[in-house]
């Protein structure tokens, strides 16, 4: 198959998941924590060892570097970015990660040094039940393994290996990037698109070997405030509104049994209550709100509304209001204007004899939020499994069909013209 590749991506793989770069949402800096420098700036000599050019680190954290195109089409051809993320998920321990390389699986359950009560076997992660021979790398237990997206990080770093030092392959200038913070939902800084300047992007950071993602959520955040009236208790008798029970009430009113993470799924989609803070004076409730469709997305901030204004009408003298800001939108907004980023990704993995399918996410991606700043990125596969938690794990044959899928994507592009 593509086994040139295992060789490489073992390497690295396995020497990049020891490092840790665990995120922090409570950070306000930018990145959240300075070891995802430790990452970083490794990667950056070592895209400097391999001839990468124009390697840069920018202020925000994010890695640059150039491969320049090659061929007679290269100067006409579109400029490719290929992205993954160094950082791994606050609040499971990315420290002292061992990676555990099983080779040639042969079915049934894989256990764990650090953790003996665990097991990994096809009853409880079907996927494992089609990666019979192939080489298995999970964590010890005691941790996450940090595939998600580390697996992403050693494909991209293989790419630019091969489109630098192979002279058979022909393709346009590509970029490579690796971004800070993804999982707390910060890998795209505004100055980003600038930054990487070009016409089309791909982020790695996806599952089983054929998915493409060009569908996520559109995301609304809703903040309900009120404000009662506040008295002392003891003479509060006719004069007191009380702000807590207005905030019960509102989630009374709300949705239960449908329109709630808990009830919704495929393309449904919801309102969910993450946090109520306050007092009897005053108190905030925060929503966040989630549609495939605009339209879906309004008619939830809409149900929240109603629910404000109903129990208002039942206390005047209380003051509640209802907030809505966007957070992000579904790509596929401006993918339909322009297909052709999805559809070379599902020619390139025909070409290896992938059958390429597509899996809308529920949640978003750094591309949701760089397409809609207008550089259309859809989001290819890594291998990764069962992610974010003791049990993720990944095999190095997928990680190579993928890296084979990013070199044959750069070729497919570079017969294009911007
Ligand atoms: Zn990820």
């Not at 590749?5 to 990049?16: D, G, K, S």
């Not at 955040?221 to 009120?226: D, H, P």
């Not at 794990?393 to 750069?410: F, I």
Request: with cysteine.
């Amino acid at each position: 198959m593509h086994d040139k590749y295992l060789a490489e991506l073992e390497e690295r793989f396995v020497r990049y998941v020891q490092i840790d770069t665990m995120a922090d949402d409570t950070s306000p800096t930018s990145p959240s924590t300075a070891k995802q420098y430790d990452l970083i700036h490794l990667l950056a000599e070592e895209l400097a060892e391999i001839g990468a050019q124009e390697i840069r680190v920018t202020d925000y954290g994010a890695l640059l570097a150039t491969i320049p195109g090659r061929g007679p089409k290269a100067a006409s051809a579109p400029t490719v970015a290929f992205l993954a993320h160094v950082d791994t998920i606050p609040g499971f321990s990315g420290a002292g990660v061992k990676p555990q390389v099983h080779r040639n699986y042969a079915g049934g359950s894989l256990t764990f040094p650090d953790a003996p009560e665990l097991t990994l076997s096809p009853e409880t992660s079907p996927n494992l039940a089609k990666k019979i021979g192939y080489d298995i790398v999970t964590g010890s237990g005691a941790t996450i393994l940090g595939a998600d997206d580390k697996c992403g990080v050693a494909i991209v770093m293989a790419m630019a290996n091969e489109l630098l030092h192979n002279s058979a392959s022909e393709h346009g200038p590509v970029r490579v990037c690796f971004t800070p913070d993804e999982e707390i939902g910060r890998g795209v800084d505004p100055q980003l698109p600038a930054d990487l300047a070009v016409d089309v992007a791909y982020t790695l950071d996806g599952g089983e070997p054929g998915a493409i993602v060009y569908e996520t959520f559109s995301a609304d955040k809703a903040v309900v405030t009120i404000d009662g009236v506040s008295t002392h208790t003891g003479t509060a008798k006719e004069k007191m509104v009380n702000a807590l029970t207005l905030a019960a009430k509102v989630l009374g009113v709300l949705p239960q049994a449908t329109l709630t993470p808990e009830t919704a799924d495929g393309r449904a989609g919801f309102i969910h209550c993450y946090k109520v803070v306050g007092n009897a004076a005053h108190v905030e409730i925060a929503f966040i709100l989630r549609d495939f469709t605009l339209e879906g997305l309004r008619a939830n901030g809409e149900v929240v509304e109603k629910a404000c204004q109903v129990v208002a009408a039942g206390e005047p003298r209380a003051k509640i209001t209802c907030t809505i800001t966007p957070q992000y939108r579904n790509m596929y907004y401006w993918l339909a204007e322009d297909m052709r980023p999805v559809e070379l990704a599902r020619a390139a993995y025909r070409d290896l004899g992938l059958e390429p399918f597509d899996e809308p996410i529920r949640g978003g991606t750094d591309g949701s939020r760089l397409t809609e700043l207008g550089t259309p990125t859809p989001n290819l596969f890594t291998g990764m499994n069962d992610v974010h938690g003791p049990l993720e794990w990944v095999s190095l044959q997928d990680m190579a069909l993928a890296t084979a899928a990013c070199v044959r994507l750069a070729e497919l592009w570079g017969q294009e013209t911007r």
